[in-house]
Nanobody, 121 residues
């Protein structure tokens, strides 16, 4: 059983940067791909990006250039660095564990509870 806990969210202003964290427990992080998703109020869950066991990253076009995912296997931790934040980035951000880099929710088997990121205009 894998557990994931997100942290580091908060209130920022447009143009700010923020790094949020996914702490993994119950299993070795290196066994999993970790994906980030977000869900804005009234909207479905959207793919933010993912990182493979070897550290390769995968992002949708809309996220490229502003968001960066990294992992530290020694700490069982994955990070999402968000730069040049915009109000439309406001959402609950979730990390998830799966078997391969994927933009689809059903490819991930374990989920955290999310951390709120709010970007004011």
């Amino acid at each position: 059983q894998v557990q994931l806990v997100e942290s580091g969210g908060g209130l920022v202003q447009t143009g700010d940067s923020l790094r949020i964290t996914c702490q993994v427990s119950g299993h070795t992080l290196s066994d999993y791909v970790v994906g980030w998703f977000r869900q804005a109020p009234g909207k479905g869950r959207a793919f933010v990006g993912s990182i493979s066991r070897k550290g390769g990253t995968y992002y949708p076009y809309s996220m490229k250039g502003r968001f960066t995912i990294s992992r530290d296997d020694a700490k069982n931790t994955v990070y999402l660095q968000m730069n040049s934040l915009k109000p439309e980035d406001t959402a609950v951000y979730y990390c998830s564990a799966g078997g391969s880099n994927s933009a689809f929710e059903n490819e991930y088997s374990h989920w955290g509870q999310g951390t709120q990121v709010t970007v004011s205009s």
